[in-house]
Each structure stands twice: as structure tokens, then as C-alpha cells.
């Protein structure tokens, strides 16, 4: 049995932070429900998928509630969107149907028994527990989940390496053919610890995560990872895979460098992309002597070409790669300018920030 009286707004913050893993078609029905009960003098709001699980809390410091009941997340998500802001929900069950009542609406829902509803528990294994600014982690993650595979048959590429390493928190995301790597200072010295959290994870987290320097603990085990923050505990299994080893791909000898204005740079590549090959997305990069050309041809025998003027004396260079990797590195780091380091037409490029030796963006060429 579970009844709650509360503001619209107090229920509805809480139940958002959870429903984004939610499966709407799940072999599991109760999987597709939320399981809500009182904890502590606070109003529990859980979701899994069995591979994730997220629990955030609703503050009732004008309402009450006690028990435990689960509900189609969906469903009360919509409703509770649908009624005015600050309106009084009163929500009742009673024989595994619940009553949810706002003004003069209501709603008669189906309950499934809160008992049957699964969790993640913590492992029993030794964890490694660290402390950062949301903003710095979510920061992390904004520079290399885009390098993520998606839908691979390698499964550990599809999500994103996190490795705590004495007083250095690495992040690492490649999908074979372009790697994102970037890393901060720990406050704390830790033991050495790698996991590879799931794509899903890393989704989530960087919606939820705020740019705030308010704190996130995370807790680190061999098989699990768990994120606390703001009412907020997200648990994630870890995916069970070896990463590649990274720091062979980044290149360290390159002589061939230039410096661009990342905007410039960006919109440079826009432009030219408008007339790429849609399936193979190829891009020219062509260096002589001061100068930087950017080309893009089609099956339709139809041409772009950008020219940007750079400072470089050294041999002229013509290589290839995929646009959609450059364009995603651009519009995912912060700063005014990069460098980007070659060495020749079939070895990887190296886009870095000047004054930030703490990204590195890896592209492999391609045959154009």
C-alpha cells in the first residue's frame, strides 16, 4: 500500500532523472514500471533496466507519503506533464490499482506488487571511491563519447574506458577508427582501476550531470560502477571486455604540425562537406606552403574546395579522411584554437588543444 500527497513538481523532477532508462517493450513487464516507496522520510523514485539502475529522490517537505507501489513510468510521467504546475497530486493504491487524482482529474492505473520489482546490489568486491565537480565529468565525458562505437560486434567499444590511476581520472572512447582521449587531476591518490562503462551509462550520466561544482562520488568496482550526485544514485554494470590499448594509437613524434582557428576550421569543413560522397563522407587535405586546401568531390563528378592559409614550410602532404570525425572533434572541443600533427598520407592525424596536453583526438586516413 502506498499513499502520496505532494506538489505535481516535486514528483515529476525525480521521476524524469529515472525514466530515460526505462525499456517501453521489455520481456520483464515490471521493467517498464518505476518502483516508488518512502525511504528515510523522502519519496524513492527507482528504474532498471538490469543492466542499469537509477534511484532519485523527491523532497517532501510539504507532503507525505508512506509505502511502496509500482507504476508504468510512462504513463505517470505523461500525466503528471499534463497537469498545472504546483497542482496537489494525491496518489493511492489499493488491490494493485492505483488512483492518481490532481483538481478534477482522475486516473485509474494498474500497480504491479512493489516485491517483485529487481535490483542492483553493491558487489561485495573492493571499490576505489573518488570525488569530482559534476562539471568536470561531464566535461570528460563531452569530449570523448562521441568517439564511442555503436552497435559493434567488439562489444567493449561500445561504451567508453574510464581508468583511475594514482592521481589521474583517464577517459577513452574509439570506435577503430578514430580514438578521443581525454584526462584530469584527482585531489585523491587511488590504486590503479580500469572499466569499460556501457554506452547507455555514459548517455545518461552526461544528461543528468549538471555544470555545477557541486560533487559526484563515484565508486568503482571490477564489475560496477556507481554515480552519486544531487538525490541522485546511479548504479551500471561495467562491460566485462579488454579495451585496446590506447597509448600505442596516439602518435608522439609527429614534426608536420599547424595551428587553425578552431572556428574557422569548422566552418571550413562545413561548407566543403555540403558537396562529399554521402556514403564514403571523404575530405581532401592538402598542405603546401602556407596554405591548407580542403576538398570534397561527389559521384556527381561536383567539387568543393576550401583554402585556409597556415603557417607551414615543410613538405607538401595530400591525405585523406572521413569529414564526419573532424567536423565531431570541432564541435565537441572548447578553445579558440587546434593544432593538428601529421606524419604521411597513410599515417593517423593528431588533433590537440594548444595549452591543454590533456586531450588527444586520434583519426585514422582514408583512401579517397
Same mark, same amino acid.
Given at each position: 500500500?502506498?499513499?502520496?500527497? %505532494?506538489?505535481?513538481? %516535486?514528483?515529476?523532477?525525480?521521476?524524469?532523472s529515472?525514466?530515460?532508462?526505462?525499456? $517501453? $517493450?521489455?520481456?520483464?513487464?515490471?521493467?517498464?514500471?518505476?518502483?516508488?516507496?518512502?525511504?528515510?522520510?523522502?519519496?524513492?523514485f527507482l528504474a532498471t533496466d538490469l543492466e542499469i539502475q537509477i534511484e532519485a529522490l523527491a523532497d517532501l517537505s510539504n507532503g507525505t507519503a508512506s509505502g511502496a507501489l509500482t507504476l508504468s513510468a510512462k504513463k505517470l510521467q505523461d500525466i503528471l506533464r499534463a497537469i498545472p504546475n504546483n497542482e496537489e497530486v494525491t496518489i493511492e493504491e489499493k488491490e494493485n490499482r492505483v488512483t492518481v487524482?490532481?483538481?478534477?482529474?482522475?486516473?485509474?492505473?494498474?500497480?504491479?506488487?512493489? %516485491?517483485?520489482?529487481?535490483?542492483?546490489?553493491?558487489?561485495?568486491?573492493?571499490?576505489?571511491?573518488?570525488? /569530482?565537480?559534476?562539471?568536470?565529468?561531464?566535461?570528460?565525458?563531452?569530449?570523448?563519447?562521441?568517439?564511442?562505437?555503436?552497435?559493434?560486434?567488439?562489444y567493449y567499444l561500445n561504451g567508453l574506458l574510464l581508468s583511475i590511476d594514482g592521481s589521474t581520472l583517464r577517459v577513452v572512447a574509439t570506435d577503430g577508427h578514430r580514438l578521443s582521449y581525454a584526462a584530469t587531476t584527482l585531489e585523491s591518490l587511488n590504486a590503479?582501476?580500469?572499466?569499460?562503462?556501457?554506452?547507455?551509462?555514459?548517455?545518461?550520466?552526461?544528461?543528468?550531470?549538471?555544470?555545477?561544482?557541486?560533487?559526484?562520488?563515484?565508486? /568503482?568496482?571490477?564489475?560496477? %560502477?556507481t554515480f552519486s550526485f544531487a538525490g541522485i544514485v546511479l548504479v551500471s554494470k561495467?562491460?566485462?571486455g579488454k579495451f585496446p590499448d590506447y597509448t600505442k594509437v596516439i602518435p608522439t613524434n609527429y614534426v608536420k604540425r599547424i595551428k587553425l582557428d578552431r572556428l574557422t576550421l569548422l566552418q571550413a569543413l562545413q561548407r566543403a562537406s555540403i558537396l562529399s560522397n554521402e556514403k564514403i563522407r571523404g575530405v581532401r587535405v592538402v598542405l603546401t606552403k602556407d596554405n591548407l586546401s580542403i576538398i570534397c568531390t561527389n559521384n556527381e563528378q561536383e567539387e568543393a574546395e576550401e583554402q585556409?592559409?597556415?603557417e607551414y614550410t615543410a613538405e607538401a602532404l595530400d591525405i585523406g579522411f572521413n569529414i564526419t570525425y573532424l567536423l565531431d572533434v570541432l564541435n565537441h572541443v572548447e578553445g579558440n584554437e587546434v593544432e593538428i600533427a601529421l606524419g604521411d598520407p597513410n599515417s593517423s592525424a593528431l588533433i590537440t588543444i594548444p595549452g591543454h596536453g590533456d586531450f588527444k583526438y586520434v583519426v585514422m586516413p582514408m583512401r579517397i
Open positions: 500500500m502506498l499513499t502520496i500527497k %505532494a506538489s505535481r513538481d %516535486a514528483l515529476l523532477k525525480p521521476l524524469q529515472v525514466t530515460g532508462i526505462v525499456e $517501453r $517493450r521489455h520481456t520483464l513487464p515490471i521493467l517498464s514500471n518505476v518502483l516508488i516507496e518512502t525511504k528515510n522520510n523522502q519519496l524513492s487524482k490532481a483538481g478534477k482529474s482522475r486516473f485509474n492505473l494498474q500497480a504491479l506488487p512493489s %516485491a517483485d520489482f529487481p535490483r542492483l546490489t553493491a558487489g561485495e568486491a573492493e571499490s576505489i571511491k573518488i570525488e /569530482i565537480p559534476q562539471k568536470t565529468l561531464k566535461e570528460l565525458f563531452s569530449l570523448v563519447q562521441f568517439a564511442m562505437a555503436v552497435q559493434d560486434i567488439r590503479k582501476l580500469d572499466v569499460i562503462l556501457p554506452r547507455k551509462t555514459i548517455t545518461e550520466l552526461s544528461k543528468l550531470l549538471e555544470d555545477t561544482d557541486n560533487p559526484v562520488v563515484v565508486e /568503482i568496482r571490477e564489475n560496477q %560502477a561495467v562491460v566485462d585556409l592559409p597556415v
